[in-house]
C-alpha cells in the first residue's frame, strides 16, 4: 500500500532537530500531528531518534494499532544499508 504525505517545517536546527507537522493525503485518522527527529554525533556515529506527538491519546492509540511501526521500522533497516554503501 502506498501513502502520500506532507507536512509544514516548524523547526529546522542543522544539524540536532527537524520538527514537522505529519499530514497524509488521504487522512486516515482524525486530528493532527507532529514529527519531531534528533540526530545526536558521538565518536563518528550519529543516531537519528523520532517521535510523533498526536493530538489525542485515543488517536495515538488507534495509529499504534496498525502496522505503521513495521513500516517505519523497514524505512529505517533501507536507510541503514544505503548508508553503509556510502561508507
Not at 504525505?5 to 486516515?28: H, N, S
Amino acid at each position: 500500500m502506498k501513502m502520500a504525505m506532507g507536512g509544514v517545517y516548524q523547526e529546522v536546527v542543522t544539524p540536532e532537530r527537524i520538527v514537522a507537522t505529519e499530514q497524509f493525503d488521504d487522512p486516515w485518522y482524525p486530528g493532527g500531528a507532529v514529527g519531531t527527529v534528533t540526530f545526536v554525533e558521538q565518536a563518528g556515529k550519529t543516531t537519528l531518534s523520532m517521535s510523533v506527538r498526536y493530538d489525542s491519546k485515543e488517536t495515538r492509540d488507534a495509529v499504534l494499532k496498525t502496522p505503521m511501526e513495521s513500516g517505519v521500522s523497514a524505512g529505517f533497516d533501507q536507510l541503514a544499508e544505503m548508508l553503509t554503501t556510502l561508507s
